[in-house]
């Protein structure tokens, strides 16, 4: 999407769709969790947290993305770009974990990765805002950015909340 903003300002609808259906799987797999004759690989509470991190990365992804259109941003500033860059291989690392996830493989490659990434997207936050304190740029346009950026930030350390899910419920295994 910010590739091509605003060009590709109708894919922020596509993402809201995403969103809602991210969130009608999250609550199935907490109503089936819930369901006390499910087989879980394992326990409802690493469960409960892994689906509420994964849906975080959505719900924040979603409303980077409604924001750039309700504040009619015109073009996208090369930091956010970095950050979408950033978000979509963190994204990609989580989507390879929960795959080694069902198949019990070692996840410390991307469990290193999203860590990695996390702390690369921390870096460029900082440097974005305080881009936006260099060359007496309007205020209303450091609001917007800001608000846009720290939703990227919170999407980004979504991912990293799912990654220490994960070390989690593989430390649990590794006890067994």
Not at 25 to 38: G, N, P, V
Not at 108 to 117: A, P
């Amino acid at each position: 999407m910010l590739a091509d903003f605003p060009e590709q300002a109708g894919l922020a609808r596509e993402i809201l769709d995403c969103e809602h259906e991210g969130d009608r799987i999250a609550h199935d797999i907490l109503h089936r969790f819930a369901d006390r004759e499910s087989r879980l690989p394992f326990d409802s509470a690493d469960a409960h947290a892994l689906t509420s991190a994964l849906d975080d990365i959505i719900d924040f992804t979603e409303e980077a993305a409604d924001r750039l259109v309700l504040y009619r941003v015109e073009a996208p500033m090369e930091q956010a770009q970095a950050l979408t860059t950033v978000l979509v291989d963190a994204t990609t690392q989580v989507a390879a974990a929960l795959c080694g996830l069902g198949g019990g493989d070692d996840l410390s490659v991307q469990l290193v990765e999203i860590h990695r990434l996390e702390n690369e997207g921390d870096r460029l936050v900082r440097s974005a805002t305080a881009s936006l304190f260099e060359d007496g740029i309007d205020p209303m346009t450091v609001i917007r950015w800001k608000d846009i950026f720290d939703s990227l930030e919170h999407a980004i350390d979504a991912c990293e909340t799912v990654a220490h899910v994960l070390e989690g419920i593989g430390l649990k295994r590794r006890r067994r």
